[in-house]
């Protein structure tokens, strides 16, 4: 079975500090992964994956296999990075995908 | 083209009762997905379509929940004897094969 574990709820940090919001998952296969952000009051929306290996709004991810993660950096948070991130795998001819329980990331001024 | 839209965005009922949700997904997306959120956790799959056909179902889709996309465009997901562990977040999301979907902003319901 596929799963994907945020093992931190919340991650509080000060403006400015580096993130990592953690991510690990177990699949079987070559699992295609992903982090998803919601601003509040804003829908869910893609933030990166790990395929096209971009950087997006200063955060990147990279897929370790060995550890079977997918952390998400940024080396200095701003405040409007504040929201909840969900990371996030699909393995299937569908495209369905599998969510973790999301961690709320506040940036503190 | 306002992206995925979603209708009501909030829903209240009685326990027992039958509601239905609207899901209008991105003009050109052949793909329609529905997912369920529930406090504090991330979204559950529960049903996908390409085009008009149901591909895929959830084991969290029980019997009491049907969902059709008629014409491979609008999709509708009905929950039949609503149930008080049917209050969540249900979740739409578009996509043009395997590319990025793109989600809607969902329907709140409460039973109560």
């Known amino acids: 079975a596929q799963r994907v574990t945020q093992p931190e709820k919340l991650l509080s940090v000060f403006k400015g500090a580096p993130v990592e919001l953690k991510c690990n998952y177990s699949y079987s296969g070559s699992p295609e992964l992903f982090w998803y952000v919601q601003y509040s009051r804003q829908r869910l929306q893609l933030l990166l994956r790990?395929?096209s290996r971009e950087s997006i709004k200063g955060f990147t991810a990279d897929l370790n296999k060995g550890e079977t993660s997918f952390h998400l950096k940024k080396p200095f948070a701003q405040e409007e990075d504040s929201a909840m991130y969900y990371c996030a795998l699909t393995g299937n001819a569908g495209n369905m995908l599998t969510f973790g329980g999301g961690t709320r990331l506040m940036v503190k001024p | 083209d306002t992206g995925v839209s979603q209708d009501p965005r909030h829903k209240i009922t009685k326990r027992g009762q039958n509601v239905t949700f609207r899901c209008d997904p991105i003009?050109?997306?052949?793909?329609l997905y529905w997912y369920r959120q529930t406090l504090g956790q991330g979204p559950e799959f529960l049903t996908y379509?390409?085009?008009?056909?149901?591909?895929?179902k959830s084991r969290l889709l029980s019997d009491r929940f049907s969902a059709e996309r008629p014409k491979g465009s609008f999709s509708t997901l009905e929950i039949q004897r609503t149930e008080q562990g049917d209050s969540a977040m249900y979740l739409c999301?578009?996509?043009?094969?395997?590319?990025?979907?793109?989600f809607g902003q969902g329907t709140r319901l409460t039973v109560v």
């Open positions: 003009s050109e997306h052949n793909r």
């Open positions: 999301a578009s996509s043009f094969a395997n590319t990025e979907a793109f």
């Open positions: 379509f390409q085009n008009e056909a149901q591909l895929e």
């Open positions: 790990h395929i």
